[in-house]
């Protein structure tokens, strides 16, 4: 399996700071890794994926970059609603795997 | 529009069988992988496995192999996820995704909430 090694595993930050979350695969996933957002009581919803493409719909404060095996998502000036947790996942292959998830909370 | 819309909750005594669906449309059912992934109480996500309902390939993470089965029938778009025989640590939110070598799991459904307890 590919492992995912996601941190921190818990955030708190102020409105309006600039919030970075990294991934590390334990081996090439090329481009293949999707950020997502998930609320309490709610599915997963996909923000980013290919590592660095805006989903439709999703605010431009989100991004992606990285490729091989390090990968980093921001978001440029958090806001209220963007209290959740986060997940990376790596689809290099079909044993998809997730990182362990961060829990970004407002200070 | 795509959509996954899955079966309701449930609750069953260890030991039990069960099957939950996810049904897709607004897409061709038959040319995207359908994933399940688990999210135990308070926990992060796993990947459960994978479908191809075009010709039935089914793919397996190891930690799910044997422990559960994947299924679908593309003449419904419908995709199943069944136990044998559950136990109180199958207690837990399944949720069905559409995946494509393109975009990853870019469509969820809205989660089935199965609870084990005698």
């Known amino acids: 399996d590919i492992q995912m090694t996601q941190s921190p595993s818990s955030l708190s930050a102020s409105v309006g700071d600039r919030v970075t979350i990294t991934c590390q695969a334990s081996q090439d996933i090329s481009n293949y890794l999707n950020w997502y957002q998930q609320k309490p009581g709610k599915a997963p919803k996909l923000l980013i994926y290919d590592a660095s493409n805006l989903e439709t719909g999703v605010p431009s404060r989100f991004s992606g970059s990285g490729s091989g095996t390090d990968f980093t998502f921001t978001i440029s000036s958090l806001q209220p609603e963007d209290i959740a947790t986060y997940y990376c996942?790596?689809?290099?292959?079909?044993?998809?795997?997730f990182g362990q998830g961060t829990r970004l909370e407002i200070k | 529009e795509v959509q996954l819309v899955q079966s309701g909750a449930e609750v069953k005594k260890p030991g039990e069988s069960l099957k939950i669906s996810c049904k897709g449309s607004?897409?061709?059912?038959?040319?995207?992988?359908i994933g399940w992934v688990r999210q135990m109480p308070g926990k992060g996500l796993e990947w459960m496995g994978i479908?191809?309902?075009?010709?039935?390939?089914?793919r397996y993470s190891p930690s799910f192999q044997g422990q559960v089965t994947i299924s679908a029938d593309k003449s419904i778009s419908t995709a199943y996820l069944q136990w044998s025989s559950l136990k109180a640590s199958d207690t837990a939110m399944y949720y069905c995704?559409?995946?494509?070598?393109?975009?990853?799991?870019?469509?969820w459904g809205q989660g089935t909430l199965v609870t084990v307890s005698s």
């Open positions: 607004g897409y061709s059912f038959t040319s995207y992988w």
């Open positions: 479908i191809y309902p075009g010709d039935s390939d089914t």
């Open positions: 996942q790596q689809y290099d292959n079909l044993l998809i795997t």
């Open positions: 995704v559409r995946h494509s070598r393109d975009y990853g799991n870019d469509y």
